[in-house]
């Protein structure tokens, strides 16, 4: 083959700037057989190999990280039906629920420095540091006695994980291009519930095996035993993680092949134009405050959230006090829901990247788990009522993924992603806030405020993403009349909003 000869070219960035990039001619196609170089390798090539390689890299981790919290939460629904309600002092008043709140409320404050730093300090080291930190308060937590020191180390469990859903999410987003990013958020939130529901399998295991083993309760063995795995996993974290785009070459060897490099950066341009960050500064990340999308994807999240609270928190105290299981029954049966919620997360993610198209798949997702929480609620049949609890599950796990893409899709710029990203999971974790007390024990077996605050949350949701997918349907209308736009990031020659 020919020496590659190179020149000079500019990327549109859409904001009237361009970018220099060296890019390289299409080289010749050779058989898989017969490379010796992936140098050698046709661009289109790249598809197959390189982004199975990213998948791998940065999905599997990401879902590892985003477990964290839904592990986080696992453990305390898992321990509220052993002794450490108890033990703690914590079957006093609202101290449970308080104590549940109190780290959701401490992540809403450090939510978007948190997320800033992923871009200012960069992925590998930010996300092994407040990995590695958030292991080793949950270690902590094992050898606490009162309420009150659970009170302290959620306030620092919740700053640690502030930037864990927020940065990861907005990482992948400046992976892929925007009709590929809900696979890989399905992705994520696959290796999530199923590292949740493996989690609360080993807590089940774990306090009946070791209650009493060295004078410690089950309890305190599910806290060191998940954050012994979390400090190793945040120190694996920094060789695993993968960096930006722009700035893989020092990291990875896939990268120091220039012809890769420039592609993988060209394709994110073509897509959205805005590969590269413009110049830090607190004025332009809280300008993007006055984008009402911003708000109204945020209250998605807050809605959502509410939901999954209720369930993660609080479905062994429903199987427990509701559907009459014994303790360590209601833990194993907690499982799986989340196995299931595999199915459909990445079969209505896949459909939705394969039509470009969110708003449908976000709106039978809301129906299912509209549907869930009637037949859990109002069901006098005990299996009926579990089944209701698989339907839920599955289709608010398959939301996440949805909502995720339905946001990053449809803001553009980097700081935009960024204060959007971390504006969702404040919301996010507000909405926590109030799931965590829509389930009240006085109520059991039927916890009719919880299903009916769920059901109105889920219609509400609905009405905010039928609203939102006729104003984008209408903005790329005036584009296609040549009208101007009326959005600070509306729709352009070479961008336009995701339905």
């Known amino acids: ?17 361009d970018l220099r990039v060296t890019v390289f001619p299409r080289p010749q196609i050779l058989p898989i057989t017969n490379l010796k170089s992936r140098r050698a390798w046709d661009l289109g090539s790249f598809d197959i190999p390189f982004w199975y390689m990213i998948d791998i890299r940065l999905c599997t981790i990401a879902g590892i990280l985003c477990s964290l919290n839904l592990l986080d939460s696992g453990i305390l629904a898992s321990a509220a039906v052993t002794s450490m309600l108890s033990d703690l002092d914590l079957d006093q008043g609202s101290r449970f629920s308080v104590c549940i709140f109190i780290s959701t409320l401490s992540s809403i404050v450090c939510q978007l420095p948190s997320t800033i730093a992923v871009r200012k300090v960069g992925p590998r080291p930010w996300f092994a540091f ?33 930037g864990i859903y927020p940065g990861l999410t907005y990482l992948i987003s400046t992976w892929y291009k925007r009709d590929e990013q809900q696979t890989r958020y ?6 999530e519930v199923v590292i949740l529901a493996t989690g609360t399998l080993v807590n089940y295991a774990l306090n009946r095996n070791f209650d009493g083993y060295l004078g410690l309760a089950g309890w305190r063995w599910m806290f060191i035993v998940q954050g012994a795995c979390t400090v190793i996993l945040g120190i694996a974290t920094y060789w695993w993680m993968v960096d930006f785009p722009e700035n893989s070459f020092q990291h990875h060897k896939y990268f120091q092949d220039r012809m890769l490099y420039n592609y ?42 509410m939901v999954t609270v209720a ?15 014994s303790a360590n029954m209601a833990i194993v049966l907690s499982s799986p829901p989340y196995y299931f919620a ?12 394969r039509s470009k198209m ?36 599955g289709a608010y796990v398959a939301n996440w993924a949805a909502l ?13 992603r960024v204060f959007t990203a971390a504006l969702c999971t404040m919301f996010n974790g507000a909405g926590g806030i109030a799931g965590s007390f829509i389930v009240r024990s006085r109520e059991a077996p039927w916890y009719t405020t919880a299903v009916w605050v769920s059901i109105g949350s889920q219609i509400l949701l609905l009405v905010i993403v039928l609203a939102l997918t006729m104003f984008f349907f209408l903005e790329n209308k005036r584009l296609l009349r040549g009208e101007a736009r009326t959005q600070m990031d509306g729709p352009t020659s070479s961008w336009m909003f995701i339905l």
Request: proline residues 2%.
């Open 1 to 17: 083959m020919q020496d590659a000869k190179t020149a000079d070219t500019r990327i549109d960035q859409g904001d009237g700037n």
């Open 186 to 191: 399905a992705y994520m939130h696959v290796g």
């Open 404 to 416: 995720s893409a339905y946001q990053a899709n449809n803001v553009k710029g980097q700081w935009k």
């Open 264 to 305: 993988v950066c060209g394709r994110i341009n073509r897509d959205r134009g805005d590969l590269l960050p413009t110049e830090f500064s607190w004025g332009q990340v809280f300008l993007n405050a006055r984008d009402f999308k911003v708000w109204a994807f945020a209250v998605l999240f807050f809605l959502q959230n």
């Open 342 to 353: 595999v199915v459909p997360v990445l079969l209505s993610s896949w459909a939705a990247d």
């Open 358 to 393: 969110r708003a449908p798949c976000i709106a039978f997702n809301t129906i299912c788990m509209i549907v869930g929480f009637a037949v859990l609620g109002f069901a006098k049949n005990a299996g009926a009522r579990y089944f209701g609890v698989f339907l839920a599950t």
């Open 311 to 325: 369930l993660a928190y609080f479905v062994p105290i429903i199987l427990r006090d509701g559907l009459g299981f």
């Open 130 to 162: 407040i990995t590695t930190v958030f292991g080793l308060i949950t270690l902590a937590t094992a050898w606490i006695s009162t309420w009150q020191q659970l009170l302290a180390l959620r306030i620092l469990l919740g700053a640690a994980t502030s």
